[in-house]
Structure formats: C-alpha cells, structure tokens
C-alpha cells in the first residue's frame, strides 16, 4: 500500500451532539462511509481514536480531513474552544491531535458553518447578497453569508442559538439564560410536549412528530409553542441583518410541516419585513460534506 501522505482521499467529519458521520470527497462528489454515537461523556480523545481508526482502514493516506463541530471554534488554531452541547470538551486541540493520528492537514469549523459550505459549493444558497443559514437540531447554530462567503467576524459570527430571547427564562449550558437554543431547538420541543400531556418520560422529536401526523393535541400545540419561539428569533435577526433571505437546515427541519407555518405568523405579528424563510433539502451527510471541502480547501 501507498503510505506517502496527500495520496488518498479527502474526508469531512461532522461531529454532533448525538451523532458523528463520516465520509470522503472524490471529484465525482461525496460519499458517506460510517456513522458513530459521539458519546460525549467519554471525551474527545476517544472519539478521535475512533474516527483516526476508520479512516485509516479505509485510506491508508488521506490528503485532509476537515471538522464540523458544534461550538465556539478558533479556525486558526485549530482548537474547541467550548460547546454547550459537548460538555467538558473545552479547549480541546482537535487539528493537532487528528492531524497526528491521520498524518494529514486537518481544518476545523463549526458545524453550522460546515453545512453553509455545503450548500454554498452545492449553489443551494445564492452566490450573490446576504443569507442567514441556521440549523435547527440539539441546538441552534449559524451562518451569515455575504456574496457565497462565509462571514466570521472575529472568529466566532453566528451563534445565533445564544442570542436571548427571554432575559430571566431558561438556564442554559452556555452559563447565559433565556438563550433562542433553549426555546427553539430538540430539547425544547420535547419539554413543551411534556408540559402539555402530562408525561414525565421523554419523548423525542420524531416520535412527537408522529404523534403531531396522527393529529395528537399535545403534539399539535408542542410544535404550535416550538414554532412561536422559532418566529421570534427570526424576527431578532432580520432586524440585526437584514438579509435576503434565511435557510433553514437540520434534523428538525422533516418535521417542519407543523411548526413554520407558526413561525411564519409570529413573524408576521412582530415585523414588517417580508417572510424568506426556505428550507434547505434535507441530507444527513451534508455537513461532513462541507467539513471535507473546508479540509480540501485549506489544505491547498
């Protein structure tokens, strides 16, 4: 075997809350080669190891990995610096330690920005004007794009799930409280079907989307309080940015039959501004996609 580095593939690595997936981009496009719990409690170092292993059973010399990760991220350092969803994983160097497992370059982002990428290289978000993209999943992330660029500002643009919707409302893990992510993402959707049938068990939100296609009540008005918050938050950032439009993305969004059309009349009710609120079409592997291309393209 060949194990001269940069003669392989380059591999995109999404790691979320819940799940990490896998893949690698060939110049006939993107395949998705393994899915893993990420397991938090067990630490970065084992996942890495995990991962590092996979990929070098498959390509025995990689030409770069990149790494979408739910957090405050320093790009240039390559480092997590903390992530409410990943809690314990602060200051964590993910570039030098996979970059040493893989003996390749590695890049690192956040996930929000590394599905933006995605739809950017897949032309899903105009190449032209000023686009939001937020994710919608175990919690809230964001990406301002101007002119098919990504917009960092001084690093960390688009924590847009932090973004107080509530001053004295919920704790949230980020230290701050009444944060959008507490309101509008997986876990708020299940608390509010909790507080409407009654049931101290947790329900997840593809079973409550069930619940919600069978017309269940407390589905119903679960998703009817879920996408009340949703508007509320896209009000905040149309008034902060006036953009062109907003791309919504992630695993909530299959169930958005039941609460955009929520959203959109809070929207309606608070501002003036005209509703471009898309969806982006639904992919799990979109965002170790664009992690492989940040990785690509950085490594060049």
């Known amino acids: 075997m060949n194990n001269q580095p940069g003669s392989g593939m ?3 690595i999404d790691i979320g809350g819940t799940t990490t997936i896998l893949g690698y981009l060939k110049p006939d496009g993107f395949t998705a ?3 893993l719990k990420t397991d938090p409690a067990a630490g970065p170092d084992s996942l890495l190891r995990k991962i590092s292993r996979m990929i070098n059973e498959a390509d025995d010399a990689p030409c770069s990995a990149g790494v979408g990760i739910a957090g405050l991220v320093d790009r240039y350092e390559g480092v997590l610096v903390s992530s409410p969803n990943l809690p314990g994983w602060k200051d964590y160097p ?3 330690n996979l970059s040493t497992m893989l003996n390749c370059p590695v890049a690192i982002d956040n996930d929000c920005n590394a599905f933006a990428m995605q739809a950017i290289e897949s032309s899903s978000i105009p190449d032209s004007g000023l686009w939001l993209m937020i994710t919608l999943g175990t919690g809230i992330g964001g990406t301002i794009v101007q002119d098919g660029t990504i917009l960092y500002g001084t690093g960390y643009a688009g924590e847009f799930g932090h973004m107080t919707v509530e001053a ?3 704790e949230c893990l980020c230290g701050s409280t009444g944060c959008w992510e507490r309101y509008a993402a997986s876990e708020a959707l299940s608390d509010y079907y909790r ?3 009654g049931e101290m068990i ?3 939100p593809k079973e409550i989307a069930h619940q919600a296609s069978m017309k269940q009540y407390s589905a119903l008005r679960a998703f009817e309080e879920f996408g009340t918050w949703l508007g509320v938050g896209l009000v905040n950032l149309y008034h902060c940015f006036s953009p062109e439009g907003i791309y919504l993305a992630g695993g ?3 169930a958005s039959e039941f609460f955009l059309k929520h959203a959109e009349s809070e929207f309606g009710r608070r501002c003036r501004y005209a509703w471009n609120v898309n969806v ?7 965002g170790a996609e664009g992690a492989a291309i940040i990785g690509r393209n950085r490594a060049v």
Do not use: Q
């Open 202 to 204: 947790y329900t997840s």
């Open 280 to 286: 982006l079409p639904s992919s799990s592997d979109a």
């Open 94 to 96: 993910i570039r030098r």
């Open 195 to 197: 507080e409407y049938s």
């Open 33 to 35: 080669a393994a899915s």
């Open 10 to 12: 380059h591999w995109g």
């Open 252 to 254: 909530l969004m299959g």
């Open 168 to 170: 004295s409302g919920r």
